[in-house]
T-cell receptor, first 113, second 112 residues
Framework: NAGVTQTPKFQVLKTGQSMTLQCAQD?????MSWYRQDPGMGLRLIHY???????DQGEVPNGYNVSRSTTEDFPLRLLSAAPSQTSVYFC????????????FGPGTRLTVL | SQKIEQNSEALNIQEGKTATLTCNYT??????LQWYRQDPGRGPVFLLL?????KEKRKERLKVTFDTTLKQSLFHITASQPADSATYLC???????????FGSGTRLSIRP
């Protein structure tokens, strides 16, 4: 198993540009989530999904969209990038019925100029 | 308001000593609390989970306690080694929704 994969690893955007951060897992995990990590603020939940076709908002959802058309993929879309979205983004997944254990991807470092 | 706080931003201790990290929370009623390790440039790695009805959990040199009255978890690393240097994150489940909420982390440095 590749586990949780994220692409790209690094990205630089200009203010107002849009992009999609990709996340995929090959472990048949139902629960997937997106976090952002900023210095001194820990991991903050952006959006999460308990299964294909179901998504919900976390603590900081503004400026981000998600969809879950398959069990494997959970892309995060930035509609119009802002400098405040400069951060490291982590995707995570949990086995069926086991949201108490999360496996994290390697992260995407995003800079918005 | 709801908060989860890790009291020390950074902790420096001598190799061989026991490192103790603290995680406090307010206005949550978690069914469990987790501890993760994060190395620079990497994603967090799950270490231990302790449930609300458990007082203590151990795994090798790691020990976690959970006091639901104090709303606190302590994370201990005994016989610490320089390889234990990392940032340690606590997290809990927001039982009102399917969310895992993280603290800001404690950066632990073990000096030889």
């Amino acid at each position: 198993n590749a586990g949780v994969t994220q692409t790209p690893k690094f990205q630089v955007l200009k203010t107002g540009q849009s992009m999609t951060l990709q996340c995929a897992q090959d472990m048949n995990h139902e629960y997937m989530s997106w976090y952002r990590q900023d210095p001194g603020m820990g991991l903050r939940l952006i959006h999460y999904s308990v299964g294909a076709g179901i998504t919900d908002q976390g603590e900081v959802p503004n400026g981000y969209n998600v969809s879950r058309s398959t069990t494997e993929d959970f892309p995060l879309r930035l509609l119009s990038a802002a400098p405040s979205q400069t951060s490291v983004y982590f995707c995570a997944s949990s086995p069926p019925g086991r949201t108490d254990t999360q496996y994290f991807g390697p992260g995407t470092r995003l800079t918005v100029l | 308001s709801q908060k989860i706080e890790q009291n020390s931003e950074a902790l420096n201790i001598q190799e061989g000593k026991t490192a103790t990290l603290t995680c406090n929370y307010t206005n949550y009623s978690p069914a469990y609390l987790q501890w993760y390790r994060q190395d620079p440039g990497r994603g967090p790695v799950f270490l231990l989970l302790i449930r609300e009805n458990e007082k203590e959990k151990r795994k090798e040199r790691l020990k976690v306690t959970f006091d639901t009255t104090l709303k606190q978890s302590l994370f201990h690393i005994t016989a610490s080694q320089p390889a234990d240097s990392a940032t340690y994150l606590c997290a809990l489940d927001d039982s009102s929704a399917s969310k895992i909420i993280f603290g800001s982390g404690t950066r632990l440095s073990i000096r030889p």
